[in-house]
């Protein structure tokens, strides 16, 4: 028995129509004889109804099933009657009398319900990922991906990409993140690595000509796992010749705008905000600012310099900054609700965390007392200060500061609802630092990848300050996300070796990693750049979810383990042998979400 | 300067516009005081004029130009002389004549032509691939490959396949060929494995109730590696729930007359050959025979078994058989030429080649005076014998003779002319046997793999004599390849636990390895089954190459090295540590193609 039909997709179209069904009980009811079963598959869920008068035999097996049985069953479409009509369900206008029917397999009873917003312990949905995929909201979300996938793909093909396969086995490369390793059995002792990004191998295909490139790619990277982290990850990886940087932003916001559109079903405007790295930070304290509400920081360092607030006058001294952010009407806040922000801030590096209420007509709090009048005048006009608000100073570095403002505007402007939950907020950010200097290392490191071209401009500080430098590298962010990031690239061998020799590379050094493709840039290279957008975000965000492993059909724990298969697993010895390794350590660690 | 024309697409509608191109110098000419550049970029070739009467600066910077320079050039399409059209060139109408230049970039002398049929070192080719691929038949196969993916994904699509990447970081199963694995360095002295294929989650899939799924994906398998196989390999990887396998065997059909048609302009008629493995076996020595041509395999043991041909009788009392081809119109055969399928026959395990010419109205050779006159007209009749015939026969094991006789009508069939070479021929190859015994391990293993399902009548035989069993699986052949492989699925968990006792797992071992599978089984597993495509060979098929390495942009070689990049590589002491193992032996290998 074959199904003719979707269960989700039957209607009063169907009426009086002779239909076969597969699918899983998603519950059954026995009323007075009479079994109605919700039958459930991808596309929805229907009533089939077994009943005496229509075959007892039917009723007698049908009565047999149990909840996620699967049945073929066949029967006729009838209109339900007016009082019976189900509202809630897409077919409830209709139910499938059945008169054959055959289980086609049995099934304990799953340790989870079938159904939408379950609250139970993630490992155990990890676990029977099988059955957590059943739910309509995980299969909503693939399908989503899916189509996403799909969108993408196409919209590329019609600005005459073309879709390439880069290798997954390739070369280690120490700059970046950690890279998980192959040993390799043909050469002892040596060893692929998964790739982080096809960066050189697409870089490579622009050399070779093949003008527009894309894949929808798996990338690895063998870090510490966050939320928005997976060890292996897919990106929407795109590169193109002889294109500007503004003709490939626009590009891409053709291509956002037209996901949006037949995702989620809502029109963006074009062209997206442009912010610079130095705005960004400055105003949001973040290189991802959440634009969907204001709430700018302020630097107020030369306003509060001369004043009396020991800390502030220091720290400006010492080459640091002091800014505040204005927390609109939140002047009511009890002195707890205050003081909680303390250990808050402190966790993104603050020392402390000053605050001025303006309430009753003045200006409240520790330290006001310290200011003179022309400074606190200054003060609420820098800061837009009226009463009821509450003004929030840090003062650090110029980092600190940023985390510790930007996050508390992100924590106040969520728990003040100033975000549209149901907006999507695009914005690039652009004009990037190229490098930035490692306290730890003592030396530069790429702020986007070694490969990043640098403004024209200031080409000329590799040789004085470095650190001036900025790149000709783009940022997309979303709702305070990033979701993707690409950059004109360095085409010019000359130029690349200044890079090389900036991020401390030895000529030898430069040339045993990456001489293939200095060598490369010999050869007739074109000007060249690209971006690579977060597939797993995008879907995430575009489906409302707040983790990516729910993006994810078999996703990995935050300790990367598969909890299903229990990958990482112990091998033979044999297979160690066969690639001329050994284990140095055995350890069992935490597998958990 | 950005291009506002592809070079390869300028023609007589564009006479009299101002253009910008942007490319590769394919070659140069000057001719005095005029350079003629023809410049290539990925849609083709137009040639471009520099002279004193359009830019005498133009000109003068064109001039510095050499092979493989990149530019920016403008000017204005003009019809050409009657006298100077190229017929040979789409663009050969037209040339354009230059106001502008800007070289983009310089390039050295490449180490082999950019142009198509080039006969050098593949090793040269594959170190610079990014100029191999710069060359139009190496683009052509590209673009085939990104056409091709997108027929697949459009066709699925349509029919309502959803598209689900599955993890690359997996678990190691013995079963199958060799694992890659990476070793985790959460997990001290546990590993993942690379995926073989997405087998077992695509059958999760089908127990998640996804239906219909669909991936083209990577796999990767850590073999010696011949001409037609690469450690990673790309696979279109389908896999359904409530179809039959006729359902699923026409559907796939479809796709491959839709891959056909639109990629190489061929219609194929439907259905394709159904052929039995006993069949393809029996008639053409070959699970995936070539049915191009006929020139079938004949039985003869039952004449020949009495015959005074010592070594034929032996062999079929012994429970071998006698098997022989004839060779229409090769009895002119020079005696050296007949003597030099002998050595040919041996790779394949003969240890001797018998043959009859039909020759001067006779029958002619060694053993012809061991036969009667009655079992010579018998032969004569079974093999269809005519003047001019050469008949070779073939005693041995079932399987020796079988790949003896059916690489021999391969070899002779191709030098006879009897192939189409622009023909494509199709055919399912059906009722595999489910188990193999392999000598060696004495077990049995699946010829397929330990998930598929065996035909319902002959799962009594598990307990009896499991080697009869026949198995829903199907292989799809094209022209003698394996492009794709499938079978319905083993779906019941004691059906299952009746297969891996087969395999001669113990309980224990099935439960180590595959018992998230089993209990997924026990959760409602609808019927389900699948295919996998061979991406990367139906390209090379349809692209005409003969090599697998023509068709992916960045191939191993036979050593499974990266001439390229150079991967495999040594890698950092610190980066084992972390990972807590140890390098056993070193070792250098060869590494070419």
Redesign the interface.
């Known amino acids: 028995m074959?199904?003719t039909h979707h269960c989700g997709q039957l209607g009063t179209a169907e009426i009086g129509q002779t239909v076969v069904l597969?699918g899983?009980v998603q519950r059954r009811r026995d009323l007075g004889g009479v079994l109605f079963i919700d039958l459930?598959?991808?596309s929805g869920i229907v009533q089939i109804v077994f009943g005496p008068e229509y075959s007892g035999e039917a009723l007698q097996i049908g009565d047999r099933s149990r909840n996620?049985?699967?049945l073929?069953v066949k029967g006729t479409v009838v209109e339900r009657d007016a009082e019976t009509v189900n509202a809630n369900l897409a077919t409830g206008q209709i139910e499938v009398r059945i008169t054959e029917i055959e289980i086609?397999?049995?099934?304990?009873n799953?340790p989870f319900f079938i159904e939408d917003g379950i609250e139970i312990d993630e490992s155990l949905r990890l676990k029977?990922?099988?059955?957590?995929?059943?739910r309509p909201e995980m299969?909503r979300t693939?399908?989503l991906?899916?189509q996403a996938?799909?969108i993408f793909?196409n919209f590329l093909?019609d600005q005459s990409f073309?879709?390439?396969?880069?290798?997954?086995?390739?070369?280690?490369t120490?700059e970046g993140a950690?890279?998980?390793?192959?040993?390799?059995?043909?050469?002892?002792?040596?060893?692929?690595?998964?790739p982080q990004s096809p960066q050189?191998?697409k870089q490579?295909?622009m050399?070779?000509?093949?003008?527009r490139y894309y894949q929808i790619a798996?990338c690895?990277r063998?870090e510490d796992l966050r939320a928005d982290r997976q060890?292996?990850f897919?990106q929407v990886d795109i590169e193109t010749?002889?294109?500007?940087q503004e003709?490939l932003l626009s590009m891409m916001e053709e291509l956002m705008a037209k996901l949006m559109k037949e995702t989620v079903g809502v029109d963006i405007s074009l062209p997206f905000q442009r912010i610079t790295y130095a705005d960004a930070m400055g105003k949001y304290g973040s290189d991802k600012p959440d634009l969907r509400f204001g709430m700018e920081l302020k630097d107020v360092s030369d306003i509060v310099s001369q004043s009396g607030v020991k800390v502030f006058a220091s720290v400006v001294e010492k080459g640091g900054q002091v800014k505040a952010l204005n927390a609109k009407g939140c002047a009511s806040w009890s002195r707890k609700e205050i003081d909680d922000l303390g250990p808050f801030a402190a966790r993104y590096g603050a020392k402390g965390l000053a605050w001025i209420q303006v309430k009753d007509g003045e200006m409240k709090g520790p330290i006001v007392k310290f200011f003179s009048e022309e400074e606190m005048a200054s003060l609420k006009e820098r800061l837009d200060a009226e009463e009821g608000d509450l003004l929030l100073f840090s003062a650090d570095t110029k980092k600190i500061v940023a985390d510790v403002l930007g996050n508390l505007r992100l924590k106040i402007g969520r728990e003040l609802g100033l975000i549209n939950e149901s907006e999507f907020k695009y914005a690039w950010v652009v004009d990037f630092p190229l490098l930035g200097w490692d306290e730890d290392a003592k030396r530069y490191v790429a702020e986007h990848h070694p490969f990043t071209r640098p403004m024209e401009e200031d080409v000329h500080f590799f040789d004085t300050d470095p650190g001036q430098i900025r790149a000709q590298a783009y940022d997309l962010v979303l709702n305070g996300y990033e979701v993707g990031g690409g950059s004109q690239r360095i085409?010019?061998r000359d130029v690349q070796e200044k890079m090389f020799t900036a991020l401390g590379f030895s000529p030898e050094e430069a040339n045993e990693q990456f001489g293939?493709l200095l060598e490369?840039f010999?050869?007739?290279?074109?000007?060249h750049g690209g971006i690579a957008l977060g597939f797993d975000r995008l879907v995430m965000l575009l489906s409302g979810r707040s983790n990516l492993r729910e993006t994810?059909?078999?996703p990995?724990t935050a300790?990367?383990?598969?909890l299903?298969?229990?990958?990482?697993?112990?091998?033979?010895s044999k297979?160690?042998?066969?690639?001329?390794?050994?284990?140095?350590?055995?350890?069992?660690?935490d597998?958990s979400v």
Chains 1, 2 share one sequence.
């Open positions: 074959l199904k597969n899983w459930r598959d991808r996620e049985y699967v073929a086609l397999n049995s099934a304990k799953p029977y990922r099988y059955l957590d995929l059943r299969q693939l399908m991906r899916s996938a799909k793909r093909d073309i879709e390439i396969e880069t290798p997954i086995l390739t070369k280690s120490p950690r890279d998980y390793l192959v040993p390799s059995r043909v050469h002892p002792g040596e060893f692929f690595a998964l050189i191998f490579l295909l050399v070779s000509g093949m003008e798996r690895f063998d060890p292996e897919t010749s002889f294109m500007s003709q085409y010019q293939f490369a010999e050869y007739g290279t074109p000007p994810i059909a078999f990995k300790s990367a383990t598969d299903l298969s229990n990958a990482p697993s112990e091998v033979e297979q160690l042998e066969q690639l001329s390794i050994r284990i140095a350590r055995k350890e069992k660690a597998r």
